[in-house]
């Protein structure tokens, strides 16, 4: 489930006190470790009835993996199953019963990778943190859903546990499978929603687009991410960042624990700004004080030799050489053209998502709308002094190739292709009077976005 999920807000409207529920239903049975335990899971599952209500358990924050370390299942008619995905690493045999029918999950791009891993994967789903989304819900926890939706509120506290332990608290096991008491009821409601507002087709699409999309490959230079790294000012200084995370990534990864708990971004900075190059001198540091930091220290120290003895060539740029999108905080005085052009086409999408009730970041990703601005289709020459315009048809094709959904194109395409050209013909007609229309717009349309300054998407 969700890290770092609060507790529901006490209602504000007339609505009723939700109801506690502190523990399941059926009670919580034991957890699932042999392959005896898992085929009478099967078997139960195989003459359960109805979609089948999926949730899993990662160790984020104190693992390096993302794999999965519980695994929570409830159909009716089967009841409730907590399997171990430890001591059960391949699952398909519970797949073959389960995987043909539609299953609920809430947030399941966070859970369907690690799932997959063990041999779970879905042939339909629904997502009740999406469906929350598509109905213009802004606070779309599993809890506060359940709260709003069911009148109910369900007993919380465990999200951020470290769930590689073993054995697994009692407490901890309440929580995981209140996770999925209550989810096929709430999907049943929010499908009812979707339905008398029109918007059943749009999350068919959601869902599919998530279950269907690929592993994100890893970000490139994943170290320029190092918290503090802006305090750096040298390319020689940037080789140190590099090699120092490079070296906790690999000693983290061959040990499974976070990178953070191994050696925290602030000790790297610390140490590279202390010009540090010996294990002595990385000692005398303050952040590098504790047992575990101190246990390493002939590492930390190897890794900086190692930055040391690069040649000019080798260092690092100062700045990461991409292709992608720059941040949207550097367009007004850099390509203020851009700036204008994402400025129109937040407008209308902020327009179309208050008239149909959505967020705007769900109604068109954030990331989809600057590369479109930033590099968007071409009109044809223009003939005899005319307006050049940017089809409707164009636009489609492009949203299409950047990952939007049919039903989200169907929606934008027309308005976007109208600001598009209405900004492209401007331009060509008083390239000066673009700028001078840009901060308004482009900080008034960054308020209904959800995207801050730094170009960081909201959603």
């Known amino acids: 489930m969700t890290d770092g999920e609060s507790q529901p807000e006490a209602p504000t409207d007339n609505r009723p006190e939700p109801v506690l529920l502190a523990t399941p239903a059926g009670g919580v049975g034991e957890t699932v470790t042999t392959a005896s335990g898992l085929a009478d899971v099967v078997a ?40 171990d995905p430890i001591e059960l690493p391949d699952l398909s045999s519970l797949n073959d019963v389960i995987g043909p029918v539609e299953w609920v999950l809430h947030a399941a791009n966070q859970d369907l990778p690690c799932l997959a891993e063990i041999g779970l994967v879905p042939t339909s789903l629904f997502d009740t943190e999406l469906a929350g989304r598509l109905l213009g819900d802004d606070r779309v926890a599993l809890g506060t859903m359940v709260d709003k939706h069911l009148g109910i509120r369900l007993e919380k506290g465990h999200s951020a546990a470290d769930w590689s332990v073993r054995p697994l608290p009692q407490d901890w096991l309440v929580y995981a499978a209140l996770d999925v008491e209550l989810l096929v009821e709430l999907r049943d409601v929010l499908a009812a929603q979707l339905a008398e507002v029109g918007k059943t087709e749009w999350a068919r699409q959601e869902f599919e687009a998530v279950r269907a999309a690929p592993v994100p490959a890893p970000r490139e230079e994943r170290w ?13 200084a940037l080789a140190a ?57 002939n590492r930390w120290a190897a890794a900086l030799k190692t930055a040391r003895t690069l040649s000019n060539d080798e260092l690092p740029t100062m700045a990461a050489v991409s292709d992608a999108v720059p941040p949207t905080s ?27 009730d959505i967020l705007a970041q769900n109604l068109l990703a954030s990331d989809v709308l600057r590369r479109l601005a930033w590099q968007p289709p071409l009109p ?9 315009e940017i089809s409707e048809p164009a636009i489609a094709d492009a949203l299409a190739t950047l990952g939007a959904r049919p039903w989200q194109i169907e929606l ?48």
Request: glycine share 8%; proline share 4%; with cysteine.
């Open 380 to 388: 044809p020459a223009a003939e005899n002094d005319q307006p050049a």
């Open 44 to 83: 139960r599952f195989a003459d359960g009835v109805g979609p089948v209500a999926v949730d899993a358990e990662r160790a984020s924050g104190y693992r390096y993996s993302q794999r999965a370390y519980l695994v929570q299942l409830r159909r009716q008619g089967a009841g409730t199953a907590l399997i």
């Open 330 to 356: 550097r367009w007004r005085d850099r390509e203020p053209d851009a700036a204008d052009r994402l400025a129109r086409c937040r407008a209308i999408v902020a327009d179309l998502a208050q008239t149909h």
């Open 412 to 459: 934008c395409a027309a308005g976007l292709a109208t600001a598009l050209t209405a900004a492209y013909n401007d331009v060509h007609a008083d390239p000066a009077a673009t700028e001078a229309s840009v901060l308004d717009e482009t900080v008034d349309s960054e308020a209904v976005s959800g995207e801050s300054a730094d170009g960081v998407s909201g959603e």
């Open 241 to 297: 960042v590099r090699a120092l995370w490079l070296a906790r990534d690999d000693f983290a990864k061959e040990r499974d624990i976070a990178p953070g708990r191994v050696l925290p971004d602030s000790a790297i900075i610390a140490a590279v700004r202390a010009n540090a190059v010996t294990a002595e001198g990385l000692g005398e540091l303050s952040v590098f004080s504790g047992p575990r930091q101190r246990r390493n220290l």
């Open 224 to 236: 320029r991410r190092t918290s503090g790294i802006h305090a750096v000012r040298s390319r020689r």
